[in-house]
């Protein structure tokens, strides 16, 4: 992985087209010509000549006008390893990296993540091939994808403190880049995955919900989902809800807005970032035998789970995390712990990461 500087992009306002000049008729030939060429410039960039707000590119049309993320948040890009990284970041202080899982990308912790900001500089990454950030990585085993997420924060950033916190497949993303990089990384947070690795076996890991074992299926989950990605999103996401069928309930509650889905789905569309996906669930072979030759980490954790799933997802971390300092489940969440109970969650971590 190269050194050299990040290149960024920020986004820059159009200014709106003079409403004078979009009536061709009264101007001459060569003129008439300047305006059709400005207005195809417009139309290309998205924008309405007839309007003072240009439209926002995709990646930030779901935080446009929200005050929230326009007095402190941005949206970025940096070249990584042929991979274009999408991340979003601001706020002040100590560093805080925050890696999603599936399904979902960096919006998943918008919730907390103006909380988050008043106290730390906040880093929510999408995952190489996933969200908005495009390009294939090596792999999507997570000791690949945190080496991926650790070339943007440490090298390209210069962030040598960071605290680093997952959910789901970004929780192992996070154990990873503690593991391998423990100089780099100051607290690891840990939320709402079985650790794939000495404790539970790929087979295993497989076996324990549905969903997984369909996921890894090569081809088939593409074929499936692919001509309606909102519709499988919407349904799945109540069933690891907090009293969803994965959790033995009945509930068919989503804690999810329809905006919110309408984002994950957003992206998910794209072939590639399904596909993608699933292959977070193909690597868990990879993942095991990665975990199970990992160095243990001594880096302070805090561990994060659904209500009653505390024991046994600590049960696969312990082996190699040594200093889990503090270990909670979360009052009334499943799986989506920051959607279901963001206030505990926001607590939680702004304690941990002082």
């Given at each position: 992985?190269?050194?050299?500087?990040?290149?960024?992009?920020?986004?820059?306002?159009?200014?709106?087209?003079?409403?004078?000049?979009?009536?061709?008729?009264?101007?001459?030939?060569?003129?008439?010509?300047?305006?059709?060429?400005?207005?195809?410039?417009?139309?290309?960039?998205?924008?309405?000549?007839?309007?003072?707000?240009?439209?926002?590119?995709?990646?930030?049309?779901?935080?446009?006008?929200?005050?929230?993320?326009?007095?402190?948040?941005?949206?970025?890009?940096?070249?990584?390893?042929?991979?274009?990284?999408?991340?979003?970041?601001?706020?002040?202080?100590?560093?805080?990296?925050?890696?999603?899982?599936?399904?979902?990308?960096?919006?998943?912790?918008?919730?907390?993540?103006?909380?988050?900001?008043?106290?730390?500089?906040?880093?929510?990454?999408?995952?190489?091939?996933?969200?908005?950030?495009?390009?294939?990585?090596?792999?999507y085993d997570k000791a690949t994808l945190a080496r991926y997420v650790h070339s943007l924060i440490a090298d390209r950033l210069g962030i040598q403190d960071a605290r680093v916190v997952g959910h789901d497949f970004g929780?192992?993303?996070?154990?990873?880049?503690?593991?391998?990089?423990?100089?780099?990384?100051?607290?690891?947070?840990?939320?709402?995955?079985?650790?794939?690795?000495?404790?539970?076996?790929?087979?295993?890991?497989?076996?324990?919900?549905?969903?997984?074992?369909?996921?890894?299926?090569?081809?088939?989950?593409?074929?499936?989902?692919?001509?309606?990605?909102?519709?499988?999103?919407?349904?799945?996401?109540?069933?690891?809800?907090?009293?969803?069928?994965?959790?033995?309930?009945?509930?068919?509650?989503?804690?999810?807005?329809?905006?919110?889905?309408?984002?994950?789905?957003?992206?998910?569309?794209?072939?590639?970032?399904?596909?993608?996906?699933?292959?977070?669930?193909?690597?868990?072979?990879?993942?095991?035998?990665?975990?199970?030759?990992?160095?243990?980490?001594?880096?302070?954790t805090l561990l994060m789970t659904a209500q009653g799933q505390l024991d046994p997802v600590r049960a696969t971390l312990a082996p190699r995390v040594t200093t889990i300092v503090r270990a909670v489940d979360v009052p009334?969440?499943?799986?989506?712990?920051?959607?279901?109970?963001?206030?505990?969650?926001?607590?939680?971590?702004?304690?941990?990461?002082?």
């Amino acid at each position: 992985m190269t050194n050299a500087p990040a290149r960024t992009h920020r986004d820059s306002p159009v200014p709106p087209a003079n409403r004078q000049a979009a009536r061709p008729s009264r101007l001459p030939r060569a003129a008439r010509a300047v305006v059709t060429l400005a207005l195809a410039l417009l139309t290309a960039l998205g924008c309405s000549p007839d309007s003072a707000t240009p439209a926002a590119p995709a990646y930030a049309a779901a935080t446009q006008g929200d005050p929230r993320f326009e007095n402190t948040f941005r949206h970025e890009f940096a070249e990584i390893d042929g991979v274009r990284m999408h991340y979003v970041t601001g706020g002040s202080g100590s560093p805080v990296v925050l890696i999603h899982g599936w399904p979902q990308t960096w919006y998943g912790w918008w919730p907390i993540m103006p909380a988050l900001a008043e106290h730390h500089t906040v880093y929510a990454v999408d995952l190489p091939g996933l969200g908005d950030s495009v390009g294939s990585p090596t792999g999507y085993d997570k000791a690949t994808l945190a080496r991926y997420v650790h070339s943007l924060i440490a090298d390209r950033l210069g962030i040598q403190d960071a605290r680093v916190v997952g959910h789901d497949f970004g929780a192992a993303v996070a154990f990873q880049y503690a593991s391998e990089f423990p100089a780099d990384t100051a607290r690891l947070g840990y939320l709402d995955l079985p650790l794939p690795g000495p404790a539970i076996d790929a087979a295993t890991y497989r076996n324990m919900s549905w969903h997984i074992a369909f996921h890894t299926q090569r081809r088939v989950p593409e074929a499936v989902v692919g001509d309606d990605v909102r519709e499988y999103l919407a349904l799945f996401y109540p069933q690891v809800s907090y009293g969803g069928t994965a959790f033995g309930g009945t509930s068919t509650r989503s804690p999810f807005t329809d905006a919110e889905i309408d984002e994950f789905a957003r992206t998910y569309s794209r072939p590639e970032a399904l596909s993608a996906g699933f292959e977070l669930y193909r690597a868990l072979d990879q993942d095991v035998r990665d975990t199970t030759a990992a160095a243990t980490t001594t880096v302070p954790t805090l561990l994060m789970t659904a209500q009653g799933q505390l024991d046994p997802v600590r049960a696969t971390l312990a082996p190699r995390v040594t200093t889990i300092v503090r270990a909670v489940d979360v009052p009334n969440a499943g799986h989506w712990l920051v959607e279901e109970n963001p206030q505990f969650v926001t607590a939680e971590l702004l304690q941990f990461l002082d």
